[in-house]
């Protein structure tokens, strides 16, 4: 199995791992950096035309409120074990809103991703949580969150890791748009598109 091929297996697993929409299908070739934002605020209120009208600080109260749906969204996605599965699941759907998370009932989300950790004895673990340049509308009634996600398996079956050229504690780096709307006063999830994961490229001898 070539680069690619493998990339895509691996896509494949996260993809199963949370309810999303992924805008393609095409690897990266190289791990996202995180930009240094240092000094500026990531937090934007964008006007119709998407120019930034107003920013916003991290300790925002309406910035802290949706960063923290994000951040335990990503919590119980990247975290999650084969044993327990079942009720993960259920705390995941609990972050979306009513059409989101009927979309994916209706498309048997639960049961397969609990056959994939089932049956493949996974176990996975977020290792850290990144943010990109972020957006609400004037009303402030909507969010758009760039992040990424870096996780690790922490345990597999071996014929498993062997056919998706897998490793266990190696972390895995996805970036994520999270769409989300305020609805009853909660901050909930309406749509989430994810690109393709990444893995450090390991490093050959004589180079740095």
Same mark, same amino acid.
């Given at each position: 199995?070539?680069?690619?091929?493998?990339?895509?297996?691996?896509?494949?697993? %996260?993809?199963?791992?949370?309810?999303?929409? +992924?805008?393609?299908?095409?690897?990266? +070739?190289?791990?996202?950096? &995180?930009?240094?934002?240092?000094?500026?605020?990531?937090?934007?209120?964008?006007?119709?035309?998407?120019?930034? %009208?107003?920013?916003?600080?991290?300790?925002?109260?309406?910035?802290?409120?949706?960063?923290?749906?994000?951040?335990?969204?990503?919590?119980?996605?990247?975290?999650?074990?084969?044993? +327990?599965?079942?009720? +993960?699941?259920?705390?995941?759907?609990?972050?979306?809103?009513?059409?989101?998370?009927?979309?994916?009932?209706?498309?048997?989300?639960?049961?397969?991703?609990?056959?994939?950790?089932?049956?493949?004895?996974?176990?996975?673990?977020?290792?850290?949580?990144?943010?990109?340049?972020?957006?609400?509308?004037?009303?402030?009634?909507?969010?758009?969150?760039?992040?990424?996600?870096?996780?690790?398996?922490?345990?597999?079956?071996?014929?498993?890791?062997?056919?998706?050229?897998?490793?266990?504690?190696?972390?895995?780096?996805?970036?994520?748009?999270?769409?989300?709307?305020?609805?009853?006063?909660?901050?909930?999830?309406?749509?989430?598109?994810?690109?393709?994961?990444?893995?450090? &490229?390991?490093?050959?001898?004589?180079?740095?």
């Amino acid at each position: 199995m070539n680069r690619r091929t493998a990339l895509l297996a691996v896509t494949a697993v %996260i993809l199963a791992a949370a309810g999303c929409e +992924s805008p393609s299908d095409k690897p990266s +070739s190289t791990r996202p950096t &995180a930009p240094d934002h240092s000094g500026q605020s990531l937090w934007h209120v964008i006007d119709e035309d998407g120019r930034t %009208i107003e920013q916003l600080p991290d300790d925002d109260p309406l910035v802290t409120l949706v960063r923290k749906t994000v951040v335990l969204h990503s919590g119980v996605v990247d975290t999650r074990d084969h044993k +327990s599965v079942a009720p +993960s699941i259920d705390d995941e759907l609990s972050f979306y809103n009513k059409d989101f998370a009927a979309t994916l009932r209706s498309q048997q989300y639960p049961g397969k991703l609990t056959a994939l950790f089932t049956r493949n004895k996974l176990a996975t673990r977020q290792k850290s949580v990144a943010w990109y340049r972020s957006t609400f509308p004037r009303d402030r009634k909507n969010a758009k969150v760039e992040m990424e996600a870096t996780f690790e398996f922490t345990a597999a079956a071996p014929d498993y890791l062997k056919k998706n050229k897998l490793e266990l504690h190696t972390p895995y780096t996805q970036r994520r748009s999270v769409s989300l709307a305020e609805i009853d006063g909660r901050w909930l999830i309406t749509r989430i598109e994810k690109n393709p994961l990444t893995r450090p &490229a390991k490093t050959l001898p004589g180079t740095r």
